[in-house]
């Protein structure tokens, strides 16, 4: 079982800042990979960025340029570090990790991130 507990999340107005913290109960060595995903209110979760054991990123079109995915092997956490905020960002941001062994996959609680105009 791992366990990700998710930080970082709050009420920022367009144009801010903010940075996300997801903590993994294992090394994220055990993982092929971490990423961040988001769901805004009646739309799919879609994937915002993605950061592999070797250290590749993957990001979403839409965040391109403006977030960050980075992390800290020491602390088993991965960081989403967003700028340039916009409305369409808001959403609640889930942490995600991937296995190549059953069980494949975990999941975060969730953390709002609301954008204001």
């Known amino acids: 079982q791992v366990q990700l507990v998710e930080s970082g999340g709050g009420l920022v107005q367009a144009g801010g800042s903010l940075s996300l913290s997801c903590a993994a109960s294992?090394?994220?060595?055990?993982?092929?990979?971490m990423g961040w995903y988001r769901q805004a209110p009646g739309k799919q979760r879609e994937l915002v960025a993605t950061i592999d054991i070797g250290g590749g990123k993957n990001y979403a079109d839409s965040v391109k340029g403006r977030f960050t995915i980075s992390r800290d092997n020491t602390k088993n956490t991965v960081y989403l570090q967003m700028n340039s905020l916009k409305p369409e960002d808001t959403a609640v941001y889930y942490c995600n990790v991937n296995r190549l062994v059953a069980p494949f996959e975990y999941w975060g609680q969730g953390t709002q991130v609301t954008v204001s105009s």
């Open positions: 294992r090394s994220i060595f055990s993982f092929n990979r």
